[in-house]
């Protein structure tokens, strides 16, 4: 799995890597460009107007191995030189030299930063890179600020948008990439909601530093990526039955709010539970025995919310519980959750209103165990661990809430971070902006449900319900693009498992 490691550690990967493989920075130059160059080619035409934007350390060296392969390859390219002459580093020095005669290369002083019209197609920075130590100003400052108000470009970040820094919240400005190539694993910047308008969408190319030299660097984070969830997934035998499948109960729904609960049980059905039942206030019975035939459904014996009439025994049949979604905050809601969780045995994953009771009523958090998971978004985390300044302390929040109540926790988002009790912290590369929709959340729930239910272990089941889900979110949207709702995300799980070949 690939590892996120911190940027400044990069300069250390660099050399130790280069020394154990006896080549040298520059073979390491070439081979960074030459994956940014791969996936160029099969997203630009020959004949779009490129223009690179080099600094004076390695990101500008990165950006003129660029410039001189991809000028080889036929593309239409100029090359802008900035930076101080005596901060050249030698690697940028030498692709300096390296540049062909008859390539385009331009050094922009401060005049032509604030003068230059450019007549471009593609704007790639390579300004700076992880080695960007201050907010940005003077010239630098001047010319994002120029490349940032250009129309009718696309614009490619090399590494990391110039400006972002690789570990910290932006300060000021920077470069707004609408697609960042980001070299041998996503800086963790890259993970932050505040950084959205710089990153763009977000690809990472291998520049073959196998994962094997990575972990002595490791920080106990990753990136989840489809071929770390194929083998997490189970298989079943030609003989299996429902039971192998297992069964899962859903708990919530409150009048007005069914429809939450029903998307959820329906999600841990396409998932492949066995089973799955519906524990729903008694507005909710008829509606789901009509919408959705294949559950069964309990009667909380109360008309329009949870309470504690419903029925105790037979609770055991069932290998997992979600809960939350649809529930509603009500007097008997909490009255239910509270002894709901002291009663259920099996692992269950907490969502929606059933977090926000736990924020309430804190002292129900110590009956929080190792195989429950929390789907909180990040409004109900808050309400959990209360206000953060930003996603980084978000996240560290996140990493100390798991270890200190032993369960696991899933900050949704768009790269939704799962921390596990023992400090790790996953993030997710699925899913994408059209799953920004009411009930995408209650889906989730469903899907991990599902997956425990099935018997796979509380990690695999957060890894691969947390991964499919945005699978099933992509595929879902292809051709609906915004008009992408939750019941399309559910309808599209049976295509995500082709698409993970997981039988
Ligand atoms: N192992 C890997 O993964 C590989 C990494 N590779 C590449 O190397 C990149 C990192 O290169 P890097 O370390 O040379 O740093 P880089 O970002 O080019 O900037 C350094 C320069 O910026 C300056 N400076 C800083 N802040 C500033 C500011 N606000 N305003 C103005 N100036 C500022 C600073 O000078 P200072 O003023 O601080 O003395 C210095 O001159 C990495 O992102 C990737 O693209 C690949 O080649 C292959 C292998
Ligand atoms: N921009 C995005 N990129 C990827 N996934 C997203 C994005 N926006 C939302 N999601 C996913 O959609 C789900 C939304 O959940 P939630 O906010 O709880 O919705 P609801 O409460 O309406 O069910 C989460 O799993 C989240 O990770
Ligand atoms: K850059």
Known sequence: MLEIISGTAVKKLDTDFIAEKGITSHRLMENAA???????????????????????????????????????????????LL?????????????????????PAISMSADDIAHMEFDLDVVIDAILGVGVNRPLGGDFLGMITKLNALTHVSRVAVDIPTGVPSDECLEGDAFKADITVS????????????????????????????????????????????????????????????????????????????GAIRMCAEASLRTGSGLAACLVPTCGVQVLQVGLPEVQVISSNSDRSLSLAYPKEGLDRYDAAGIGPGMGTTADAKEFLLDFIKTFKGPKVLDADAINILAQDKEMQEYLGEEDVLTPHVK??????????????????????SRQY?????????????????????????GNKHMATGGAGDVLTGMITSFLGQGYGVKNAVLCGVYQHGLAGEIASEDKRRGTIASDIIKAIPKSYLALDVD
């Open 380 to 401: 109900e985390f808050e309400r959990l661990v209360g206000g953060c300044q930003n996603h980084k302390q978000r996240l560290a929040k996140a990493r100390e809430y």
């Open 34 to 80: 030459q994956a940014f160059c791969d996936w160029f080619e099969s997203n630009y035409h020959r004949n779009d107007k490129v223009g690179i934007f080099c600094g004076p350390g390695n990101n500008g060296g990165d950006g003129l191995a660029i410039g001189r392969l991809l000028w080889r390859k036929g593309y239409d390219v100029i090359v802008f």
């Open 406 to 430: 032993g369960c696991v926790l899933v900050l949704k988002g768009a790269h939704t971070c799962i921390s596990f009790p023992d400090g790790t912290q996953y993030f997710n590369s699925s």
């Open 83 to 103: 930076g101080e002459e005596g901060k050249v580093s030698a690697d940028c020095r030498l692709n300096r030299e390296l540049l062909p005669d008859k390539l």
């Open 183 to 258: 070299f041998q694993y996503p800086k963790f910047s890259l993970m932050f909601p505040e950084h959205a308008g710089y990153v763009g969408i977000l690809h990472v190319v291998s520049i073959g530093i196998g994962n094997k030299f990575m972990r002595q660097f490791s920080q106990n984070k990753f990136y989840l990526q489809l071929k770390d969830v194929v083998s997490r997934h189970l298989n079943f035998s030609r003989f299996a039955h429902k039971g192998d499948f297992g069964r899962v109960l859903l708990v919530g729904g409150s009048y007005g709010s069914i």
